[in-house]
Structures are given as structure tokens and as C-alpha cells.
T-cell receptor, first 114, second 116 residues
């Protein structure tokens, strides 16, 4: 099993450009999450999904949109990138519906917005 | 909403020294607790977790943590650190009642440097 994979690994954008980050998991997990990691801030939840076709806002959702059209994929979109969105983005997934699930993380996408 | 506080942002130790990283959380109900590690250039890996039962939990690579409910603490320990333990360590919590839907709440991390 590949676990959680993320595409791309690294990207440079200009302010105002758009892009989509792809997260894929092969563990049949129901829940998927997008976090951003910034120095001295830890990881903060952007959006999450509890199942195919459902999404919800996390702690820092502004400037991002997400979609979960297929159970195994969770897309994070930036419609108009801003320098404040320079960060490392991590996707995670977890086992269905119990309180004892563990989140498994992808390798991260490093995004630089100029 | 829950929050997590990690006491030290940077810790520097010599090899073979003992390690204790502090973690406190605030939440009115039952939580599940985690410690994740991020080695340089790598993604987060689970070190250990506490859900219920024995409050002293053992994880990978000789790490352990003790949940003290009365102090809302979940401190990470290792008796003798190695150079390869140089990494960033994150404490995280998730409310038990939420079923995991809300995502993890992370502390800001502790950057641990082990000097040979």
C-alpha cells in the first residue's frame, strides 16, 4: 500500500495564480483532512471531509476550496494564491467513524507564492 | 474548542541525556492524545497515542508518554536520546466525542536538537 500520497511535492506560484493540490489514499479511509504547517505555528486544519461528497471548514479555511468527488481523493484548491499561503500542506486520512482512529499523513507539498 | 500547549519550542541535548517534552491541553471532555514526530525533510509519523487504559503508553524508538488527567498533561519521555532523535515533535489532541471528524488540534511543536 502506498498510504497517503500528495501531488505535487513542490510548486512555485505567482500571486493571483490558481492551483490544485491532490491527495490520494489507498486505505479505504472515510475521513480526509488538509492541514498547513507554518514555522512556529504547528499544523492547522484547513478543511476536512467525513465522506465522499462532503466537506467542512476547519480552523483556517479562507482562500481555499476543497472537493471530495471520490472516496480516495481529496483536492485542495487555491483560486487566487497570496503570499500568505506560502506554506507546507499536509493531507491526512483516518479510519471510519470511531473515536480511536489514527491519522496517517502524506509527505507534504511545499508551496511558495511570490 | 480545544487547545494544546507545548512548553518548549527549542530543546538542545547531548547524546545519552534524558528527555522530557511537556504537553498540556485544554478541553472539557474526554480526548485522545498523540505525539507525532517529523524528521528533517520528512512527513509526520506517529510516535505513540493514548486512547484509554494504562496512562503510561509506549511508542516506537524507545519513547513513552504519561497521561495525567488531573493535570491535563501528556508529557513525552525518553531515557537516553540519540543523535537520530533530532526532529520536531508535535503533541496533538482530538475530542473523543467527535469521532475524529473535527481533525487534530496540534501544539506548535518542539524542535529537538541532539548534539553528538
Amino acid at each position: 500500500n502506498a498510504g497517503v500520497t500528495q501531488t505535487p511535492k513542490f510548486r512555485v506560484l505567482k500571486t493571483g495564480q490558481s492551483m490544485t493540490l491532490l491527495c490520494a489514499q489507498d486505505m479505504n479511509h472515510e475521513y480526509m483532512y488538509w492541514y498547513r504547517q507554518d514555522p512556529g505555528m504547528g499544523l492547522r486544519l484547513i478543511h476536512y471531509s467525513v465522506g465522499e461528497g462532503t466537506t467542512a471548514k476547519g480552523e483556517v479555511p479562507d482562500g481555499y476550496n476543497v472537493s471530495r468527488l471520490k472516496k480516495q481523493n481529496f483536492l485542495l484548491g487555491l483560486e487566487s494564491a497570496a503570499p500568505s499561503q506560502t506554506s507546507v500542506y499536509f493531507c491526512a486520512s483516518s479510519t471510519p467513524g470511531t473515536a480511536q482512529e489514527t491519522q496517517y499523513f502524506g509527505p507534504g507539498t511545499r508551496l511558495l507564492v511570490l | 474548542a480545544q487547545s494544546v500547549s507545548q512548553h518548549n519550542h527549542h530543546v538542545i541535548l547531548s547524546e545519552a541525556a534524558s528527555l522530557e517534552l511537556g504537553c498540556n491541553y485544554s478541553y472539557g471532555g474526554t480526548v485522545n492524545l498523540f505525539w507525532y514526530v517529523q524528521y528533517p525533510g520528512q512527513h509526520l509519523q506517529l510516535l505513540l497515542k493514548y486512547f484509554s487504559g494504562d496512562p503510561l503508553v509506549k511508542g516506537i524508538k524507545g519513547f513513552e508518554a504519561e497521561f495525567i488527567k488531573s493535570k491535563f498533561s501528556f508529557n513525552l519521555r525518553k531515557p537516553s536520546v540519540q543523535w537520530s532523535d533530532t526532529a520536531e515533535y508535535f503533541c496533538a489532541v482530538i475530542p473523543y466525542s467527535g469521532g475524529g471528524a473535527d481533525g487534530l488540534t496540534f501544539g506548535k511543536g518542539t524542535h529537538l536538537i541532539i548534539q553528538p
